[in-house]
């Protein structure tokens, strides 16, 4: 049914919980599992940094990020029981994950409902809602029940 699922994340435990339950989805059909994260990048950057500051910017944003893809096996053990590819984009993250869906070689997505802390929560919040209503794929929002 689902051959490839892609899941967004932003390493917080809500993101965490939709990873697992997108790994378990990809279990039960055997599918190719994608696990997404956007380096939010605001545009407006560019006007108050220069280009050797920006720079230093995208070098420590990459390198957390990859960090933070290296612990994400140890918090969803389930990663290693599938087959699954993690794929970083820098940007606006409901546009990224858009532009990356509309490849078309994905059957699902799966988002958590709640990011990071109350700031994030607004903004991926917000990720998740424009990510529902424009996706061209179903779309499955989890809520973390496992920790609150």
Do not use: Q, W
């Not at 933070?68 to 389930?78: A, G, H, I």
């Not at 700031?119 to 973390?144: D, Q, V």
């Amino acid at each position: 049914m689902y051959r490839n699922i892609i899941v967004m994340t932003d390493f917080s435990k809500d993101s965490d919980f939709a990873t697992k339950i997108a790994c378990e989805i990809s279990k039960t059909f055997s599918s190719k599992l994608y696990v997404m994260h956007v380096g939010y990048m605001d545009p407006g950057f560019t006007v108050l940094l220069d280009d050797e500051d920006m720079d230093k910017v995208k070098k420590r944003m990459d390198e957390n990020v990859e960090k933070e893809f290296e612990k994400l096996e140890e918090r969803v053990p389930c990663l290693k029981d599938v087959d699954y590819k993690t794929i970083y984009h820098r940007g606006v993250p409901y546009e990224e994950g858009l532009k990356e869906i509309e490849t078309g070689k994905y059957d699902l997505l799966v988002l958590g409902s709640h990011g990071k802390n109350s700031i994030k929560k607004f903004f991926y919040g917000s990720t998740t809602a424009k990510l529902t209503r424009r996706s061209p794929i179903s779309t499955l929002i989890t809520r973390n029940t496992e920790e609150k």
